[in-house]
Structures are given as structure tokens and as C-alpha cells.
């Protein structure tokens, strides 16, 4: 019985290799991009429209580049581990311990919420419990290097540790809790296919690179071709808000003295969009303008690890319910942080 001989390595290496430096020339053009685009429309960032606009054209390429980049490396991850060994490796008596590795990993991937939407499915896609991708997904836009530099910088050592400790906690906390609710059965069908998709000619030693590879492109067709619309249309909704919401009205009533301030903050910042970059600054102008710190941080929480356009993006892979229920436990452990800081500090 005669088997058709391999594909050739070197063409794909070609391949790669050219799309790897468009993919590095297109991410560092991000910022002359959207500068481009006003510009030719006339615009300028001190305009809401303007700053609404670019804010849409640098997160929307940002957020796709990523999306193919970490689908395409999980993709041919995946051709190492079958899905029930990744499951195996990280459930049981180890979820614990998979939930402190995930949150530990969300420290250092700066990424926005709905930019580490992406790896949170190609986690899902691989076989990774879908507890531990929630701690993932909680830690990466919430207690990363960026935010704790900033809160460093801006209120000290004491802050940003006090921070990373209650950031990782409601991580950890809540993805263990959503684990334990047993919700898998809360995932879109397309993406417990993907789990469950066993492929005998791309699994094991036997595959060669060509093959791997080749499953990594078919890994961004099936993943990328449906997503891509509620990218867009959770970027568009952030860029708006960013674009459009005062920091007086937020201000207003976020003090230390009236029991419901952190809730409303919470309540509040689940709308908005930006990343803990973008979110420092506005917590240093309404701790300057006398909001409570427990209070703004609830708020940034909120912001960064519950924002309206990254539910919008996890729609397509997860039903309401479990969105919800990601949500709600969510928010239980920010107003517990939100109270804490402010008894505390």
C-alpha cells in the first residue's frame, strides 16, 4: 500500500515567514494607522468623534492581528495534545492548581479584555477546563505588568500589592467556582465541536510540520470566520464610550461615605471599554477629584475584566447563561475588593 508522500517543509517556512513580517509591520503601524485615518477625515483626537474613531481604527486590526496569531499557535499546539490529555493535565484534583497557573499567566499578557477573548477560545478549542480559561480570561486585561507599573508609579508599592493579591484572588477564585458550577454544557456548539474533534492524520509523532501548520490555518478558518462580526461590533460599542463619557459625571458619586458607591461604580463600568493603560489616568483624575480609591478601583476592575463589548465578542462562544453567571461572580468579587480597599485604605 503506497501513502502520498509529505508536503514540503520549506515552502511553508516561506509562507510563514513572510507572514510573520507583515503581521510585526502591521501591528507597529497600529498607531499611524488610526493617525491616517483622521487625518484624512479631517479629524483630530481632541474631538470625541475623533478620539471615538481612533480609538475603533487602532483596537479593531489590534484585536484581529491577535486573534489570528494565537488561534494559528493554538492550532498547531493542538496537534501535540489531544484534547482529552490537555483535559487530564489541568482538571480533577489539579484544577486548583491550573486556575493559579492560568491567572498567573493573565499577569503577563498585556492584553485588553476582548484582545484576550482569542486565546480564551483557543484555550477552550485546545481541551483547557473551562474554570481554569476563566481565570485566564479574568487576570490577563485586569492584573497584568502594565497595570501594576502604573499603580505602582502613581500610588505606591503597598496599592499595587494590595491590588495584585485581591486581583489574582478574584481570578482564581472565580474561575474555580465557575468550574466547579459545571457549565459546560453553557458552550456554543461549534466550540465543544472543536473540542471534541478528534483528527487521527494530525495528531501524535507521526505528524510532520506541513501538517501541523496546515491545522493551524484551518484552526483561524474556523475560529476567525465566525467571530470576527461581534469583534467588530464590541470594538465599535467601546469606541463610542471612550469616546462619548465624562470623567465629572463618574466622579460625582464615587466617595467614600454612601454604602452603594461601589456598586454603582461596578454598575457603571461594565459599559466602558479600554485597557489598564488607558484606565490609570482616569483613576488618578477621580481619586484627584475626591473619589474614594476602593470605590475607582471597583470601577476599574469593572472596566478592564467586564466590559459591555468583551460579553458582546464571547457571545458567539458562549451561551447567555454562562455569560451571566461569568459575570455575577465576577462583580461579587469586585465589590469585595472595592469595600476592602476603602476599610483598608
Known sequence: ????????????????????????????????????????????????????????????????LLLVAVVFVMGVIQ????????????SGRRMGLGNMLAAALGIVTPFCSCSAVPLFIGFLSAGVPLGVTFSFLISAPMVNEVALALLFGMFGWKVAALYLGLGLAVAIVSGLIIGRLGMENQLEDWVRQLQNRQAPDYQGEAQGWPERFAQGVEHIRNIVGK?????????????????????????????????WAVPAAVVLGVPMYTNAAGIIPIVEALIGKGAALGTV?????????????????????????????FAGVVAGGILLVGYLFNWLL
Open 1 to 64: 500500500m503506497s501513502t502520498a508522500p509529505a508536503p514540503r517543509l520549506t515552502p511553508w517556512l516561506i509562507r510563514l515567514g513572510a507572514a510573520t513580517l507583515a503581521w510585526v509591520a502591521a501591528y507597529a503601524s497600529l498607531t499611524s494607522w488610526a493617525d491616517g485615518v483622521l487625518a484624512l477625515l479631517g479629524l483630530t483626537r481632541q474631538t470625541r468623534l475623533g478620539e471615538a474613531l481612533h480609538f475603533f481604527c487602532y483596537d479593531t486590526p489590534k484585536v484581529l
Open 79 to 90: 496537534t501535540f495534545f489531544a484534547p482529552e490529555r490537555t483535559r487530564a493535565l489541568l
Open 227 to 259: 467571530v470576527w462580526p461581534y469583534i467588530l461590533a464590541g470594538i465599535a460599542l467601546g469606541a463610542g464610550i471612550h469616546g462619548y463619557v465624562p470623567e465629572d459625571f463618574m466622579a460625582s458619586f464615587m466617595g467614600r461615605e454612601v454604602w
Open 297 to 325: 478601583l471597583a470601577f476599574m476592575m469593572s472596566v478592564i475584566a467586564l466590559s459591555a463589548p468583551e460579553m458582546i465578542i464571547l457571545r458567539k462562544a458562549l451561551k447567555p447563561r454562562l455569560i451571566a453567571t
